[in-house]
């Protein structure tokens, strides 16, 4: 939890009446780097400043019932597409929920909830329409990057989480002065050196000792998940002992088809004994403590919380130099980059890491600290409350928040 004393920025004009009325808006709560961030994010906020909801597109996904424990809302607005009568509907019915609510920050996550929330708050007169961007945009398409520009042409302000995708948004014909970037911040203490847990290993079917090489993400093409697989093959005619693990799942109703190709396809590469897709967990923590070296081939990220979680755990981390990876790592000092879509330069790479353990152990310990002195969930959580407060303290937005108050408390006198 963030130290409410080094908070760099005063509370907002509403806080001296009420807490500042914060709505969060995403597509769901499955296992991902933007649940996993919106999570640690609700986890850390200061409620005695703010009064935080959810609302998102399917009410589902393994980080639903920790927000729930918290005791917070969360309504589901779910639409088939983004367009079309019904999707209106849904978008007139948020607009009167944040009008009801006096909502005084809308802040959205990602194409879908930017796209069908960032009007919705517009038309309910929000203080503050908030917009983030976490990747760099690969997975969108020329027309979906169109209409994304145009929502958050109605938004006041957008966040990212890398300087790359700041850069990227510009080239895309972004305002440049309304763009902030604040990095993703974790909780270190959740993270310990790497060691040797026996029972996780007899979990996984593991034998004790081996070289265990993982791969954390969610299954998408997007993810470089194939090419993890071609170089697995490479690695394990050198390698005789060494596991391969897939963590993670697809989210989409359809996505055990691709998970199938994924399986059938290690099967044709003869590693049916050698990899391990475990589906999603909870406890990745502990199955970084275990891992010899993580592997990420994304084709497009913003900032990884992968990355960053595997770092912390000190896990040697091998990843393409896409997006944000860059600011995270420092190729050959706590961290080994190499180019997209070549499983040939990562089954070089992580061959590297096996062969040389002891330099890959320090590698490790670099990681680590920086992940400590760059990335820390305190820091991420200080600055985005600074960012909330900075954007309601405008003139306008004041006054727009001091109105709706009054209207409010004349409501109540007239009943």
């Known amino acids: 939890m963030a130290t409410r004393s080094t908070l760099e920025s005063r509370p907002p004009s509403a806080s001296a009446v009420e807490r500042v009325r914060l709505l969060t808006f995403t597509t769901l709560f499955a296992i991902g780097g933007t649940e996993r961030h919106v999570v640690s994010l609700a986890d850390g906020l200061d409620y005695s400043r703010f009064e935080l909801e959810f609302g998102c597109l399917r009410r589902s996904g393994e980080f639903l019932e920790q927000i729930q424990a918290r005791g917070l809302t969360v309504n589901e607005y779910a639409v088939a597409r983004l367009y079309g009568p019904h999707t209106v509907a849904q978008q007139i019915r948020f607009a009167r929920y944040l009008r009801r609510r006096r909502i005084h920050i809308m802040h959205s996550y990602n194409f879908y909830p930017n796209v069908f929330a960032i009007p919705a708050a517009r038309l309910a007169r929000t203080p503050v ?8 945009g690969v997975y969108l398409t020329p027309r979906q990057r169109r209409v994304q ?6 938004a006041d302000h957008i966040l990212v989480n890398a300087e790359a995708v700041r850069q990227w948004l510009t080239a895309e014909g972004y305002d440049p002065t309304r763009i902030s970037v604040i990095r993703n911040g974790l909780d270190l203490s959740r993270f310990t050196p790497p060691g040797d847990d026996a ?3 007899r979990e996984l079917g593991l034998p004790a000792g081996v070289p265990v090489v993982a791969m954390l993400s969610r299954l998408s093409r997007m993810k470089g998940v194939e090419d993890f697989l071609d170089a697995a093959a490479t690695v394990a005619e050198r390698f005789k002992e060494a596991h391969f693990l897939v963590i993670g799942d697809t989210i989409d109703p359809d996505g055990s088809r691709y998970r199938r190709e994924l399986e059938d396809r290690a099967a044709r590469l003869g590693l049916q004994k050698r990899v391990t897709f475990t589906g999603f967990r909870l406890d990745v923590p ?17 900032l990884s919380n992968t990355i960053l979680e595997s770092m912390a755990a000190g896990a040697p981390v091998v ?6 990876s860059p600011e995270a790592l420092e190729d050959g000092v706590d961290g080994l980059l190499i180019p997209p879509r070549d499983s040939a ?22 990681a680590r600290a920086r992940v400590a002195e760059e990335f820390s969930l305190q820091r991420m959580i200080r600055e985005t409350e600074c960012l909330y407060a900075r954007l309601l303290e405008s003139p306008p937005r004041r ?12 409501g109540s006198e007239a009943r």
Do not use: N
């Not at 502990?286 to 990220?301: D, F, H, I, N």
């Open 345 to 366: 330069a990562l089954s070089r790479a992580i061959a590297w890491v096996l062969e040389h353990p002891e330099a890959s152990r320090e590698m490790g310990r670099r």
């Open 319 to 324: 990843a393409t130099r896409v997006g944000g």
């Open 129 to 136: 329409v908030l917009a983030s961007i976490r990747d760099t």
């Open 199 to 201: 029972s996780l290993r």
């Open 149 to 154: 520009r145009l929502a958050c042409r109605l």
């Open 286 to 302: 502990r199955l970084l403590s275990a891992v010899t070296v993580s592997v990420l081939p994304s084709l497009s990220e913003g």
């Open 399 to 410: 006054k727009r928040i001091a109105g709706s108050i009054q209207s409010s408390s004349k």
